[in-house]
């Protein structure tokens, strides 16, 4: 093994990226993907939970300013379903207020980032996982 070879690859994660924002949900998806992580993307909350339906996903990175339904009742309804226990659920949005994070850990976030997030610390929370 060569010295500059990670002795230990995080594991790579099914990430589902909500956000009505194309580039955003794209630039956000690419990085992802360049980080070894599979990723799909939906820029509407009602077309969310149908491809959760359909698909197993173990992280969820949602905006919260969605239209029709905002991230916070997507986060809810996501986290009633069978298929996303254990899964790791994480806000991104322009909303950063303490009153908004604090919405965030009512609805079910783990982790909350404003927009531009921090990559080295969203690095950081897609390799820990979800909380216990």
């Known amino acids: ?13 099914h990430i589902l990226v909500v956000d009505d ?3 955003a949900a794209e630039t956000v998806a690419l990085l ?9 993307v ?11 339906r359909e698909r197993r996903f173990d992280t969820f990175i949602l905006d919260i300013g969605l239209p029709g339904m905002d991230g916070h009742e997507l986060a809810r309804q996501l986290h009633a379903l069978p298929a996303t ?16 994070r604090q919405a965030s850990r009512a ?7 404003v927009k531009p997030a921090d990559v080295m610390a969203l690095m ?9």
Not at 107 to 113: K, S, V, Y
């Open 85 to 100: 226990n254990g899964a790791l659920f994480v806000a991104l949005t322009g909303y950063g207020q303490e009153q908004d």
């Open 21 to 23: 924002n194309v580039d």
């Open 107 to 113: 609805a079910g976030f783990h982790h909350h980032f």
């Open 1 to 13: 093994m060569n010295e500059l070879t990670p002795t230990c690859e995080p594991a790579a994660r």
């Open 124 to 132: 950081d929370v897609l390799a820990g996982g979800a909380p216990a």
């Open 32 to 40: 992802l993907q360049a980080l070894g992580h599979d990723v799909a």
């Open 42 to 52: 939906e820029y509407d909350p009602l077309q969310a939970l149908a491809c959760v």
